[in-house]
């Protein structure tokens, strides 16, 4: 049964860092195409432009670079996931200190951005990466700035039951497509025809790297829109003991 089950994550590992691959090759094209053309349009025509076109030309290409950024993170994270949660290094961690640590990064590349936190007053210890937890925060996150279509409230919820710590993130955008959410954590979804071009700036690749991540922590993710606000909700959840000396 082991061996079986090995066999199922070796296989599952390697279709995921294939499509990644596929998707990844279309999403680094697109950014460095673009920045190529703005610098180039930059030092070609630097005499004839004004203030404000060279002005807009380097913003672009500065956001290009941090939408390339992003990505070199997520396949940053995707290579310490080999498929055996044996081998991930899962210290005792603080969640709240995870979660906030998040936010003071969000809030330096989205210093506007409405995120709200509830936690509770006690202190939730979890077994974790607490890199990569700080990585599918991020993702979700910034998926819900960027894709949450004028969302004026994103609220991260840290709740625990007997088993598991439980962590929610919530806006009140627009939502998820009804027809995408089988199909949310998958690569291909920057081939779906309902979602935007804009939208399919890193959205696939980002929700398939965090849901490999809790994958390989022993822990689930869901998504599903509020029955209420209409918006998007994301819950992980991360076993509160270590679960993989309990199957030996």
């Given at each position: 049964l082991k061996e079986q089950e090995k066999i199922r994550a070796d296989a599952q590992t390697e279709r995921l860092r294939s499509n990644l691959l596929r998707a990844i090759?279309?999403?680094?094209?697109?950014?460095?195409?673009?920045?190529?053309?703005?610098?180039?349009?930059?030092?070609?025509n630097h005499s004839e432009l004004g203030s404000d076109e060279c002005l807009n030309l380097v913003?672009?290409?500065?956001?290009?670079?941090?939408?390339?950024?992003?990505?070199?993170?997520?396949?940053?994270?995707?290579?310490r996931i080999t498929g055996h949660t044996t081998k991930l290094n899962k210290p005792l961690e603080v969640a709240e200190e995870i979660i906030t640590d998040s936010v003071l990064k969000l809030k330096k590349r989205f210093p506007d951005a409405p995120i709200k936190l509830d936690i509770p007053d006690e202190i939730i210890v979890v077994p974790m990466d607490g890199i990569l937890i700080e990585q599918v925060i991020l993702n979700l996150v910034e998926n819900s700035i960027k894709h949450g279509n004028g969302a004026s409230?994103?609220?991260?919820?840290?709740?625990?039951?007997?088993?598991?710590?439980?962590f929610h993130v919530i806006d009140n955008g627009k939502g998820i497509p009804k027809s995408l959410l089988p199909h949310i954590f998958e690569t291909n979804l920057l081939k779906t025809t309902e979602v935007s071009?804009?939208?399919?700036?890193?959205?696939?690749?980002?929700?398939?790297?965090c849901y490999s991540i809790i994958s390989a922590h022993d822990g689930t993710m869901t998504?599903?829109?509020?029955?209420?606000?209409?918006?998007?909700?994301?819950?992980?959840?991360?076993?509160?003991?270590?679960?993989?000396?309990?199957?030996?």
């Open positions: 090759s279309h999403d680094l094209r697109t950014p460095l195409t673009s920045m190529i053309g703005s610098s180039s349009l930059i030092l070609e913003v672009s290409i500065k956001e290009d670079a941090q939408w390339l950024l992003r990505i070199v993170e997520n396949l940053l994270s995707i290579t409230s994103i609220i991260i919820k840290l709740t625990q039951d007997k088993i598991n710590a439980i071009s804009d939208t399919n700036r890193n959205m696939g690749i980002g929700l398939s790297v998504a599903n829109n509020d029955p209420i606000t209409g918006g998007a909700v994301f819950t992980f959840t991360l076993p509160l003991k270590e679960v993989n000396n309990e199957k030996n």
